[in-house]
């Protein structure tokens, strides 16, 4: 069977914002893919967002492997009330108006019989001055199917033009 992938919202930041939410999932889809295009505020190189699902903001946990051409990094296995991106959006010392790029996979996001998995992939780079790519493993230790998910900027706002699209994809 085919995959197919529907448009189910997309969200611009017109200023700074601190984040946003998509509310009333449809739960006929297999699963939820959310990309993201965006820079952040905070005084720093990199910034990292965060995600949580229904308005619930306990029992996330997440590792996260990165990199960027000269070291390796690895999280410690974390929980916490949101599942933080780390090092995955340029912010206001990186190289000005790049954008970082995240693709969230999230499979089965309607099953109530499973706790939910989450899949991140962000790469960055701020032309030439730092680069980093990073890949999350994340878990959601609940069994609700989710409803609605918000996505915040980790330390400062999403800056004008940071665009959020969320899709639904299903077996056809």
């Known amino acids: 069977m085919a995959n197919t992938m529907t448009k189910l919202g997309s969200q611009t930041a017109t200023a700074q914002q601190y984040g946003f939410t998509f509310s009333s999932i449809p739960q006929t889809y297999t699963d939820l893919v959310l990309r993201i295009s965006a820079r952040s505020s905070y005084a720093a190189v990199f910034d990292g967002p965060a995600i949580?699902?229904?308005?619930?903001?306990?029992g996330y946990g997440r590792r996260t492997l990165g990199g960027n051409g000269t070291s390796n990094y690895a999280s410690s296995n974390t929980s916490g009330s949101y599942l933080y991106l780390d090092n995955s959006i340029p912010a206001a010392n990186a190289s000005a108006n790049v954008f970082g790029v995240m693709t969230i996979y999230i499979p089965n996001y309607a099953n109530t019989s499973y706790y939910k998995a989450v899949n991140c992939e962000a790469v960055m780079e701020t032309n030439g001055s730092a680069s980093n790519i990073t890949l999350t493993a994340g878990s959601w230790s609940s069994t609700s199917n989710i409803?609605?998910?918000t996505v915040y900027s980790g330390s400062g706002n999403f800056v004008?033009?940071?665009e959020f699209t969320l899709y639904g994809i299903k077996n056809s």
């Not at 949580?52 to 306990?58: E, I, K, L, R």
């Open 52 to 58: 949580f699902f229904n308005g619930v903001t306990s």
């Open 147 to 149: 409803t609605s998910l």
């Open 160 to 162: 004008a033009n940071s």
